[in-house]
């Protein structure tokens, strides 16, 4: 893997830097997907939990804990063939189906404040380290992560035999840090510093997917500079800080009471002026971790409106959600989660139940095992959208079939060499069942998977084809970058887009 992604970067890097597209210039409203597509079976997903430890998060702890299960369940997927228990493995069914190989990890939002001691908060916290330690009587992984691989795992509960639900005991043990930690939380610092390859050496596997996932209720705190804790800490008032220093906007001053609108990170160009690390910066380090649309988000806080101040011997934020628990807006996190798009997922911390977004997780990972499923409505070269005729737009039905139009540009590469795909020819695109890659060999398409590629998790119900004769080569991979429309699959907007022609 690693000489392949070598190959990819050398290839990136001849046709120019990784930002910059190779397909035609895309005009105003549209937007370019890319994605790593590895060409074998995929069943390798690190998950990376950073939990609010601060003293107003037990019942949110005990949530978390509770409702892990339902993300674990979420994993089983017919991809991954029977687990050999008995039960159904199929898709409206998959109790009997196995889970790809995980690694779990827990990290707090704790880095402490880099310059002074005050009531929870130290001068490095946790510092991005792996916890693992067991809260009450409970049986904790044996490393400092959760290890599950090949129906074997490093939780040796000698309660029970079942490998998949010794990984959720594991969870449940190490999952509840307790609630001494500093209410000034760095949520996004603490992911970078887990991940950074030195702090937790061995969780982070090459191969694998990623997935982060931030429990919180509060917004991200990360501090560029120990100046923004240079006074004391001990006032609910001063957590204040972190949002004059952080958000920006719309209308007066963030000290004055009322309403505030369009509130967003701070994003001025010089960096001089950030007292918090600008939140750009987090979301390039985790993409730069993986090959592009191989990390996943997912953050469950409080809701970014209403935004409103309130004042008590200072400014302070108002909770933008508060039944059952109390959270201020996320907006620096929601931030990061739209930067991911459809590998992206935002759910309300003030509720009683984790499990559906849980769910969503789970669902979202196998979508992305092999799945080869495009991000985003696409569109063909002069900008109309490509679909299948007959499929629902949102209320509009796809008048042509056009994916054969799609505008895509795929390369194939293998740990030896890459070279561009060429498109299969038209009949390829409107007859899913041939397979046969014919005069053009190999070739790319895009067809309609629904088993594999649904809207609402990925973002279309087209995925991505590479016909050839025999099996891929092993350790082979695709690079695809195809246009593609901002408007969300289903949505009124998207049905009033130009159809292909």
Known sequence: MPRLLVAIGAL????????????APTDEGQTEAVHYFPQSLEKEIDILFVIDNSKSMNEEQVNLATNFPRLIEALRSPKLGPDGSGKPCHPDNPTGCRIPNVHVGVVSTDVGVGLVNGPYCSMNGDNGVLQSKPRGSCIPPSDSFIRYEEGVTNVEDPSTADPVERVKRGFSCIARLGTEG??????????????????????????????????????????????????????????FRCFQHGIRCDGPDLTQQGPHENCRPLDDPDPSKHLLRPVQSYVDFFRGLKPPGRVIVSVIAGPVEPVVVGYSDGPFVQPSCTSPGVAKPAIRLKAVVDAFGSR?????????????????????????????????????????????????????????????????????????????VPRCEADRFTNATNTDCGARCPCWRVVSKPSDCKPEVNGSPYGLEILRRGEAEKGSAALVRCATSPLPWGSAELAAQPQCH
């Open 182 to 239: 500093c209410g000034f939380e760095h949520p996004l610092e603490a992911a970078r510093r887990a991940l950074d390859g030195k702090t937790n050496p061995g969780f982070l596997r090459p191969d694998a997917y990623l997935a982060l996932v931030f429990i919180t209720d509060e917004d991200d705190c990360s501090g560029q500079t120990p100046q923004l804790f240079a006074e004391a800490l001990d006032t609910e008032v001063d957590g």
């Open 12 to 23: 990136l890097l001849a046709s120019g830097c990784v930002n910059r597209s190779l397909i």
């Open 344 to 420: 992206g997922d935002f759910s309300e911390i003030c509720t009683t139940d984790f499990g559906p977004a849980l769910k969503r997780l789970g669902q979202l990972i196998v979508a992305s095992l092999g799945g080869q499923c495009i991000s985003a409505p696409p569109l063909t070269e002069d900008g109309g959208l490509a679909c299948q005729a007959g499929d629902d737009l949102g209320g509009v039905s796809c008048q042509t079939s056009c994916l054969d139009h799609a505008d895509c540009v795929v390369e194939l590469t293998t740990s030896e060499r890459s070279g561009i």
